[in-house]
């Protein structure tokens, strides 16, 4: 049974420190009916989850961490706000989904590009069967070493052979994959440091898809946020569907576009959309799911599930052979 807040005005905590603590600092201040009542590192969560003025909290620690601190927070009857990737393994993911479901209260996952105001859009048109019978799904993940206005890349750790770098924050895609796709059933992956190229085989007949990673150490991303960017096409018997620029300015393109049939779409791009709009909207939906006005947008088994695609993918690459994701 989940317990919801029982007034309008929702109060939070943030734990964790470095740049993304200021870019969630600044989100909350775009929220109505929110107060950001503490932000405090790792060493406060403990005192912070005991105070009765605390209705959630917000995670921005490395997710190795995020067990102890779920299971803590739901504990004494917080709810939870976590970042991707859920966890650095499938036993702790798991744990953390057995946990919420003794709880009283919920977590949302935060997966930015499902918040993006271009996704639902698009979702609407496959949903409508405007390219008949999806197909095939393309997402390419490109980061840079140059631009943005967030948090860079660490090179050094992504130039390490042994890195899985499909849990990095910009390169973990399943969870949208998922969305447009539904379930994927089996996975193949070729890399190097700095590359990933994974085949998706979804649940269905003749459904599939690759995602394609890279990071260009010398290339200059324009972007509010990292110097990473996103693109999907997704193809299906009647038509195909575009999503470019959902994350930076990669190339001059619009950000929805429809080829159905002999027509074309386009959506334009001056519909409001940017980077600080997505991050509120990630946490104006956590303050409706406290209330008990929402249920979560992106769950923990879902999150659950893109980590077991993503870690699923890794192995096939260091194996060199197709795996099964259950």
């Known amino acids: 049974m989940t317990s919801a807040k029982q007034t309008d005005v929702v109060r939070v905590a943030v734990i964790g420190g470095g740049p993304f603590a200021a870019l969630a600092a600044r989100a909350w201040g775009d929220v109505p009916g929110v107060e950001l009542v503490r932000m405090a590192d790792v060493t406060r969560f403990r005192e912070l989850v005991e105070q009765a003025n605390i209705d959630g909290v917000e995670l921005l620690v490395d997710p190795a961490a995020h067990r102890e601190l779920i299971e803590l927070a739901f504990a004494r009857g917080k ?9 650095p393994d499938l036993d702790s993911a798991r744990a953390i989904v057995a946990a919420e479901q003794k709880a009283g209260t919920k977590a949302v996952v935060f997966d930015p590009l499902l918040f993006h105001p271009f996704v ?3 979702m609407a048109q496959l949903n409508d069967g405007q390219i008949g019978e999806v197909q095939m799904i393309r997402l390419k993940s490109h980061a840079g070493g ?11 750790r992504l130039s390490r052979p042994d890195h899985p770098l499909l849990l990095e924050w910009p390169f973990d895609k399943a969870a949208l994959i998922e969305h447009f796709m539904g379930p ?33 150490p010398d290339l200059l991303v324009q972007s509010e946020a990292a110097p990473t960017d996103d693109s999907v096409e997704i193809t299906g018997t009647d038509g195909i569907l575009w999503l470019h620029n959902l994350t930076a300015t990669m190339v001059e393109a619009p950000k929805l576009m429809l080829k159905r049939k002999d027509v074309v779409t ?3 791009d001056r519909i409001e959309y940017d980077h600080s709009h997505v991050q509120a909207a990630m946490r104006a939906h956590f303050a409706e799911v406290i209330r008990g006005r929402a249920k979560p947008l992106h769950t923990l088994e879902q999150a659950e599930r893109a980590l077991s695609v993503n870690l699923a993918s890794e192995q096939a690459m260091r194996e060199a052979s197709a795996k099964k994701v259950f």
Not at 146 to 156: E, F, H, N, T
Not at 187 to 212: D, I
């Open 146 to 156: 140059q631009g943005g206005g967030g948090p860079a890349l660490d090179p050094s």
């Open 120 to 122: 639902p859009r698009a």
């Open 79 to 87: 709810y939870v706000a976590v970042h991707k990737p859920l966890a």
């Open 184 to 216: 994927v059933v089996e996975v193949f992956c070729y890399g190097a440091p700095h590359t990933r190229m994974v085949s998706y085989k979804f649940q269905g007949e003749s459904r599939y898809g690759v995602h394609e990673v890279v990071y260009s």
């Open 266 to 268: 386009i959506w334009d």
